[in-house]
């Protein structure tokens, strides 16, 4: 690694990605295995970037109940009437261990409209269309806002949702960490192709460090 690569924890963001009831929860209709599992951690990760008064955007999906906006591969399952995601919907839900309040909800209205909702200081909820979190939404400016140039990424799925995101901010000169501890559906191919490209694999205890040795 070197000084173009490495993460500036004084700079940085946290992305949670699909850590919604209908991804995490045993039986939900799109579950993840080993999401629930890994939730401790991810939940670690944002109670630690809270404390240090860092950005955290959650992001996820929705899908309308005609399935207009879902990705082809799953559009015709939720044009049969398969209920994943949908708008208002509990299972849409961030998982309660994420919420920085117990009343916290998505605003759906305002999400599929492209807007952030803002959840908390400094956290915000935002909707993706697609698998990458930088396509068609209004992340990278947002994040070029807060003067951020350090991404960390975590949550459900590792090779669709995640690894897309990173590719995409890599594609975008951001500094990119994976809470590799953090991440449902890692293997070790795919870190050791994301190394190749400059990412950084960290564990969620190694990242709490590195925020408080840079402190704000």
């Known amino acids: 690694m070197d000084d173009y690569v490495n993460p500036d924890f004084k700079r940085v963001a946290l992305l949670t ?16 295995p080993g999401t629930l599992e890994v939730l401790p951690r991810i939940q670690y990760l944002v109670q630690s970037f809270r404390g240090q008064r860092k950005p955290i955007v959650h992001v996820v999906r929705l ?12 559009r015709r ?11 208002g919907s509990e299972g849409a839900e961030l998982m309660a261990e994420l ?6 909800r998505l605003d759906a209205e ?17 909707y993706k269309p697609r698998w ?4 068609h939404t209004p992340l990278e400016q947002h994040l ?5 140039d350090t991404v960390v990424v975590c949550g459900c799925n590792f090779p669709n949702c995640p690894r897309t995101t990173i590719y995409q901010a890599s594609e975008r000169d951001f500094r990119i960490v994976l809470a590799r501890d953090a991440m449902s559906q890692v293997y070790e191919r795919g870190l050791a192709e994301l190394e190749k490209i400059g990412v950084n694999l960290l564990t969620s205890v190694e990242i709490a460090e590195r925020l408080g040795e840079a402190g704000g």
């Open 17 to 32: 990605i699909d850590v919604q009831r209908d991804f995490t929860l045993p039986g939900a209709p799109l579950e993840i």
């Open 110 to 126: 305002r999400l599929l409209a492209g807007e952030l909702q803002s959840v908390g200081s400094q956290e915000w909820v935002m």
């Open 99 to 104: 919420k920085p309040a117990p009343d916290t």
């Open 132 to 135: 990458g979190a930088f396509f």
């Open 63 to 74: 899908y309308l109940t005609d399935g207009s906006n879902a990705d082809p591969c799953r």
């Open 144 to 148: 070029r806002g807060l003067g951020i």
């Open 77 to 87: 399952s939720i044009e049969s009437g398969k209920p994943a995601l949908v708008p």
